[in-house]
């Protein structure tokens, strides 16, 4: 078949089905009834746009028809040849919606047609369908756990945060050193496939990283949207991780400096710094259009998604007391849920903070679910102030639970580094109020680490490591990621590969078979 046609009139009306003998007559050619004479031709064509396009599992994607004199209701649409599509081939609506199968943990590639039976034209379109997540969420009879889906078993993250730093300068021209892993000009494969190997061998199956947006050549374009190239550095480091199994958790920390993603909040400066971010109606909508646009960057480059093992909205989420609206002690304010919250009562203050977590995590989840719905979603936290006091004179507070608990978070991050003479552990759980949420989602640990000024050796610091994660698995710790794997950048801390990689060497699961062991 093909998906255009130039048809003569000079026929006989008997010899044209009714359907195409009224699209003949509204393309202007005259009623003749026998073949007395030429008298017009019409084109009568079908163009499917695009001709390929990549989907997430269980995602949807909306063809669009060109129709030259014909109209959608004239169309047939197809799957593969089957009318409609059906379950494991995914289907198809009317109006040329295709969605895609669900459960497939390989890539599949189908056929989509857009067929006329009266003119016997059509128009086809490939579309492949990316493998679903392997890893997902499933509760059992005591705690929910995490579960390898392709082989219904389970799965217990063990890994490293694998961090690359660099002197970034801002737009208003202020230089730091930040996170650089993926920016353009810096990425470094050569050095990325090393480390993944290593960790490979050491038997880690989980790696966290984090998108950077504060600067040139970062994830905003300033052209606007996302840098194709470094979304590209991003897809590079995904393939190799699922080439050494594993998996990976994509983290950020602010929304890009470029790319047209601009903090619109009306209400500035009433609402500013970190509580603009959070609690404002429409920074919260530009946040979703940022994870709406990396998604779908990310699916429009065929990145295997399968590799990821969650989206993490932030990497450490708080609130600044310091700046408004929390700074106000009268008022009332209105947050992104359309709530009022009156500034002048404690209760009424902490209902927003605890209101705006569970807002901005789902709203941006579901947007996320659209694009990629076997996506795994999570929020990181670090150690909120109290009951038991810590961080001193901090500006950033926070409440994880239970607001947490009530979101529709997959699992929830929780970042607790051992300090002695600081918290314990069992302090670090009641600040952060999880104990007895533990049956509602996976809590993961996917910040733990050892500081020099704690630690006089790497060595040393490899048994307080080790200890600290044995003792967290009484609390039902689902997951560790040391924080780092090999960033001598950051000289504060030291990372797996210190010291000949004393840390390491005590915490890879090919040596340390069970991470809940002493």
């Known amino acids: 078949m093909i998906s255009s046609k130039s048809l003569p009139l000079c026929r006989s009306r008997a010899m044209l089905t009714v359907l195409a003998l009224a699209t003949c007559l509204a393309a202007g050619c005259k009623n003749n009834s026998t073949c007395t004479g030429f008298q017009c031709d019409i084109t009568v064509s079908i163009t499917l746009v695009p001709q390929s396009a990549q989907v997430a599992a269980g995602g949807t994607y909306p063809f669009t028809l060109h129709l030259q004199h014909l109209n959608s209701s004239q169309i047939v649409w ?134 950077q947006g504060c600067c ?43 790319g047209g993603y601009n903090l619109n909040c009306p209400q500035y400066p009433t609402f500013n710094d970190v509580n603009l971010f959070h609690l404002c109606a429409g920074t919260v909508a530009t946040t979703v259009q940022f994870w709406q646009d990396f998604v779908s960057a990310l699916i429009s480059k065929g990145a295997p998604l399968q590799a990821i093992l969650a989206y993490e909205l932030v990497n450490e989420y708080y609130y600044n007391s310091a700046v408004g609206p929390l700074s106000l002690t009268s008022g009332t304010v209105t947050a992104a849920n359309g709530q009022a919250y ?23 989840r579901a947007a996320i679910l659209a694009l990629d719905p076997t996506a795994l979603v999570t929020v990181g936290f670090f150690v909120p102030q109290g009951p038991n006091p810590t961080r001193i004179g ?9 607001a947490m608990a009530n979101s529709m978070a997959d699992f929830v991050d929780l970042h607790a580094y051992p300090l002695p003479g600081d918290l314990t552990l069992d302090q670090i759980a009641q600040n952060f109020g999880f104990v007895g949420y533990q049956q509602q989602k996976p809590i993961m640990m996917a910040e733990f680490g ?69």
């Open 78 to 211: 197809k799957v593969n040849g089957i009318t409609g599509g059906n379950s494991s081939i995914g289907t198809i609506s009317g109006t040329g919606v295709y969605t895609a199968p669900v459960g497939s943990y390989t890539e599949i590639k189908v056929t989509v047609t857009a067929y006329n039976p009266d003119f016997d034209i059509s128009d086809q379109a490939r579309v492949a369908v990316l493998a679903a997540h392997n890893i997902g969420v499933r509760q059992t009879t005591t705690f929910p756990e995490f579960v390898d889906n392709s082989t219904n078993k389970p799965f217990l993250p063990r890994g490293n945060n694998y961090i690359r730093l660099a002197s970034l300068t801002d737009p208003n021209g202020n230089a730091s050193l930040t996170h650089s892993t993926f920016n353009v000009g810096h990425y470094d494969g050569v050095r990325a496939e090393a480390a993944l190997t290593a960790m490979q061998a050491g038997g880690y199956n989980a790696v966290r990283v984090f998108l």
């Open 216 to 258: 040139q050549n970062t994830i905003g374009d300033p052209s606007g949207g996302l840098s194709s190239g470094y979304v590209a550095n991003v897809v590079d480091f995904l393939q190799r991780a699922q080439a050494h199994g594993v998996y990976v958790i994509i983290t950020s920390e602010w929304l890009p400096a470029f």
């Open 342 to 364: 009156d500034m002048g009562s404690a209760t009424s203050r902490q209902a927003m903070m605890d209101d705006g977590l569970v807002f901005f995590t789902n709203q941006i």
């Open 394 to 402: 901090d500006n950033r507070v926070i409440t994880v639970y239970p």
């Open 450 to 518: 050892g500081f020099m000024s704690e630690y006089a050796t790497a060595a040393d610091a490899a048994v307080g490591l080790s200890a600290w994660q044995s003792q967290s698995c009484t609390y039902h710790f689902d997951g560790w990621l040391l924080w780092t794997w090999d960033t001598d950048e950051q000289t504060e801390l030291w990372n797996a590969n210190s010291s000949s990689g004393a840390i390491n060497l005590k915490l890879a699961p090919v040596a340390k078979v069970d991470p809940c062991s002493p």
